[in-house]
């Protein structure tokens, strides 16, 4: 069974500018999820998706991020205009539904940095 | 205050030693407990979770949730120098939230 697969592996850009990630779950997993991973921290939620409806976005800085999951399989996040503080992993995760016996498996992760 | 507290370490153990972790957290609503251990560049992954207190052991692993103290541990056995990683504890009540993590590096 294929991984989740995330890309771009790695991306540095220019504060102000704008960045794009994509993930794709595990085939058919209902549920996918965007992490941010600070250095030194553990993965905060960004967004969770269900299907392609928005569970929980709470901790989504919606002035500078959003994401989409058209069609309920694949996703991207994008960050426009990039601030140094967003340096970080960025991580994406899927489940076959949501709640706390669902296993979340994550992809390799993209990491950026923001010069 | 973190909802969720780990010491990020590092550790450093000889091969064959007991490794001990653990973290303590402060919402009571907290209802599943698991650690996940990420290699250097690498997505987390799940090595075990326990739903109520008490113990559940996973060959050289061993997880322990304690919910009177609001402290969870993870024991890994005759540790390998394959286990060196980083060890994130994750509680869920509606989402997951993680601790910083703990390296660990287990010498030969």
Request: glycine share 8%.
């Amino acid at each position: 069974e294929a991984g989740v697969a995330q890309s771009p592996r790695y991306k540095i850009i220019e504060k102000r500018q704008s960045v794009a990630f994509w993930c794709n779950p595990i085939s058919g997993h209902a549920t996918l999820y965007w992490y941010q991973q600070i250095l030194g921290q553990g993965p905060k939620l960004l967004i969770q998706f269900q299907n392609n409806g928005v569970v929980d976005d709470s901790q989504l800085p919606k002035d500078r991020f959003s994401a989409e999951r058209l069609k309920g399989v694949d996703s991207t996040l994008k960050i426009q205009p990039a601030k140094l503080e967003d340096s970080a992993v960025y991580l994406c995760a899927s489940s076959e539904l949501a709640g706390g016996a669902e296993t979340q498996y994550f992809g390799p992760g993209t990491r950026l940095l923001v010069l | 205050q973190k909802e969720v507290e780990q010491d990020p370490g590092p550790l450093s153990v000889p091969e064959g030693a007991i490794v001990s972790l653990n973290c303590t957290y402060s919402n009571s609503a907290f209802q599943y407990f698991m650690w996940y251990r990420q290699y250097s560049r690498k997505g987390p992954e799940l090595l075990m979770y326990t739903y109520s207190s008490g113990n559940k052991e996973d060959g050289r692993f061993t997880a322990q949730v304690d919910k009177s103290s609001k402290y969870i541990s993870l024991f890994i056995r005759d540790s390998q120098p394959s286990d060196s990683a980083t060890y994130l504890c994750a509680m869920e009540d509606y989402k997951l939230s993680f601790g910083a993590g703990t390296t660990v590096t287990v010498r030969a």
